[in-house]
């Protein structure tokens, strides 16, 4: 199988496709349905997902994911995007690259695969990365090149479609390199929203405020320094799965138990749509980080993450973010303590509630056992009962009991979805 380098191949890509289902509200315009901002990266024209497709599309379609980054390349079989869209209601938001395609090229593949099944477009992936400067094409700047391409793209895409049909997120650069910002700021003009690769460089918890891994400080030196208080979409984010010790890698557990809080991390943030990296592990070599990004592994084996994702995505579905003023309300002031609550499409309370703590030493590469603590929630009206799930342990859903309107739940690392009992 052919091994992948998630730094080359994404920056030799030609547009990242940010996927939505038919219903998706469209971007840059926010959504409050959680199922609607939580995306993938794939690379369905080469291994592993290329000879497992059926595979791949199987699992694809049990996670609940409905948005698929991917890039846009003459090699690509549009029949098979085609063919993800009708059966699993996916969409595709396209990464494009002047490396691959020109703007009337691009054109020509959109139209072939029919906007209908695109959410959105994106401009060039990590232009700052070496191969990209050292291509021909980069001599007169790597930055004047992708702010010139991107100024064709939005030109070609406008002459034909709004911005509500067709939105096209902005270039991104690596995600250690926020300087490099700025040599991009005169395509602003031509982004309707900001992507950004927000990868938690030390092994860190979602939540934490480390500069170089907080979504916080990604949206304030890659978001802000683009194109202030602009929507903003991480169409790059996730944890590396091979144990390496010291390094800035997680396990499998760890990571499973991270994946859900990451996500809901970022929708409480405002990011309109995560895209993981990535769905499958690029290789199965040891010592290659890059090989061990997936949620699902090389030989099509489900980690820990991907059941995770999966029943966070079944607990969440058809719920609605509403405001804090619900009847199932966490009262404990604890900064560790975060929750986002949630209408369902009944419009019953739902809650979505967690700790903001570190579940892997980085340096012993090793999890962290979380001692269980009590949280209490406030339940208003006439509810006797609450059940609750935790995505990591399954689909099931166990009963809590309410007293003199309590209830109190056990929270360890992992997170807990809470609603009122059936």
Avoid at 315 to 331: N, S, Y
Avoid at 338 to 364: N, S, T
């Amino acid at each position: 199988m052919t091994a992948f380098n998630r730094r080359k191949f994404l920056a030799g890509s030609a547009a990242a496709l940010l996927v939505g289902p038919a219903v998706a509200a469209p971007l840059p315009g926010p959504s409050d349905l959680f199922t609607d901002s939580v995306g993938v990266n794939v690379h369905i024209g080469s291994e592993p997902y290329a000879s497992n497709f059926d595979r791949f599309h199987g699992l694809l379609a049990t996670s609940g994911i409905r948005h698929l980054r991917d890039e846009l390349r003459p090699s690509n079989d549009l029949a098979r995007w085609r063919m993800l869209n009708e059966r699993s209601n996916v969409l595709f938001n396209i990464l494009v690259s002047p490396a691959t395609n020109t703007v009337p090229e691009m054109m020509a593949y959109l139209d072939a695969l029919g906007i209908e099944r695109i959410s959105a477009m994106e401009g060039q992936n990590e232009g700052d990365s070496p191969w990209f400067m050292s291509l021909p094409l980069a001599k007169p700047g790597w930055s004047n090149v992708v702010v010139a391409y991107q100024r064709e793209v939005h030109q070609a895409l406008r002459a034909h479609y709004t911005a509500e049909q067709l939105p096209l997120l902005s270039p991104s650069v690596l995600n250690w390199k926020p300087a490099d910002v700025a040599l991009l700021r005169p395509a602003s003009p031509y982004s309707d929203a900001v992507a950004i690769h927000s990868y938690v460089q030390g092994g860190q918890e979602p939540e934490t405020s480390d500069d170089y891994a907080a979504v916080a400080w990604y949206l304030q030196n890659m978001r802000d320094a683009f194109k202030p208080g602009a929507p903003a979409v991480v169409t790059e984010c996730g944890y590396c799965t091979v144990v390496k010790p010291g390094s800035a890698t997680v396990g499998e557990i760890a990571a499973g138990i991270y994946l859900p809080r990451l996500l809901l991390n970022n929708f409480r943030s405002g990011i309109l749509r995560t895209f993981l990296y990535e769905f499958c592990d690029g290789g199965t070599d040891p010592n290659e980080g890059e090989h061990h990004w997936g949620l699902v592994r090389n030989d099509g084996t489900p980690k820990p993450g991907y059941h995770a994702v999966r029943h966070l995505l079944s607990a969440l579905q058809g719920a609605h973010r509403a405001g804090d003023d619900q009847p199932l309300r966490v009262t404990t002031r604890s900064l560790e303590i975060r929750h986002i609550a949630f209408r369902d499409a009944q419009g019953q309370p739902v809650l979505a509630v967690w700790r903001a703590v570190r579940c892997w030493d980085v340096a012993k590469a090793e999890d962290i056992a979380v001692a269980a603590e009590p949280v209490d929630i406030a339940v208003e009206g006439r509810i006797t009962s609450l059940s609750f799930n935790r995505p990591n342990d399954g689909s099931q859903w166990q009963r809590m009991p309410v007293t003199d309107g309590h209830a109190t739940i056990s929270l360890d690392g992992r997170v807990a979805i809470v609603r009122p009992a059936a």
